[in-house]
């Protein structure tokens, strides 16, 4: 299908098309179409449904372009994300976010257990070792409800304990203090959302990623709450956080119960909530082990082979 769009000005093409028509090349392999320039004419050709949206997109951007006089690839991204676009699941367990190359699927049968889990039920505890999504695929369907709207906002929360370091006192303010031990929740939001957008989420209060201890004394409604590194809380920050829970949220607890950073002798906060909770109502509990590792498959050897010892802060939990 072929479709040709009338552009309104000549001499808005350059701002339209971006630098390097990188505005252009963005709508074309988010929607996987072909795009020609010819005077002040735009060919857009593809599948029929990819056409359409691209000419939906196009005419949004040069509305945007006359009313605010400026379009950058923030925007253009923004205006993809709003659109429909071709990232809608093609299957049930798929997970569409907002990055225009892909869509998120499980691995596993234990994975899609766990997307299952945390879908059914309003509070869901995961727990396996390094590698097997329980951060990845928590953030990847908090970012699906708020692309559909059934949430406001997402907290992306964690401990700040060293891993068996003592980094002693870093430079800069609160900000740069916490964040070494926020990046890995900033990784897994990146590879789903485009950057510009996702500071712009972040500044509007949208997305928050926080240390632990900042949500004391808060109620989270409407909002997607996930915990990661949850090993690393005591019984009392456990108990602070799942009492955060408020009206039309979901929460996500996830840990490595075989990587507990806690001093010698104190209880994981996780692995007693569990061993509390696991047989309440609306509560789902999943497990996941070496056979859903999705990292290097290197791995899942090494996990392994690191299995084969006695792990001193290893915690069990009762059946």
Known sequence: MEITIQLDSIAKQLELFGPADINLRMVRDALDVRMTARQDNLLVAGKADNVNRAVEVIDKMQKHLLKRGL???????????DIDVSTEPQSPEAIAVYSHKKVIEPSS?????????MLNNDLTFCIGPAGTGKTYLAVAVAVSML?????????????????????????????AKVNPYLRPLFDALEDMMDFGQMRK???????????????????????????????????????????????????????????????????????????????????????????????HRLVQSIVR???????????????
């Open 147 to 175: 692309k559909r709207k059934q949430i406001r906002r997402i907290i992306l929360a964690r401990p700040a304990v060293e891993a068996g370091e003592k980094l002693g006192f870093l430079p800069g303010d609160i900000q």
């Open 305 to 319: 082979a690191y299995d084969r010892s006695a792990k001193p802060k290893t915690e069990h939990l009762t059946p």
């Open 109 to 117: 049968k234990r994975q899609l257990k766990y997307i299952q889990a």
């Open 71 to 81: 379009l950058t690839a923030d925007d253009v991204g923004i205006i993809l994300s």
């Open 201 to 295: 989420f972040m500044d509007m209060d949208i997305i928050e990623i926080i240390p632990l201890a900042f949500m004391r004394g808060r109620t989270l409604n409407e909002s997607v709450v996930i915990c990661d590194e949850a090993q690393n809380t005591s019984a009392l920050q456990m108990l602070m956080v799942l009492t955060r829970l408020g009206r039309g949220s979901k929460m996500i607890i996830t840990g490595d119960i075989t990587q507990i950073d806690l001093p010698h002798g104190q209880k994981s906060g996780l692995v007693e909530a569990i061993e509390r909770l696991r047989r309440v109502k609306g509560i789902g509990v999943v497990e996941l082990t070496q056979i859903d590792i999705v990292r």
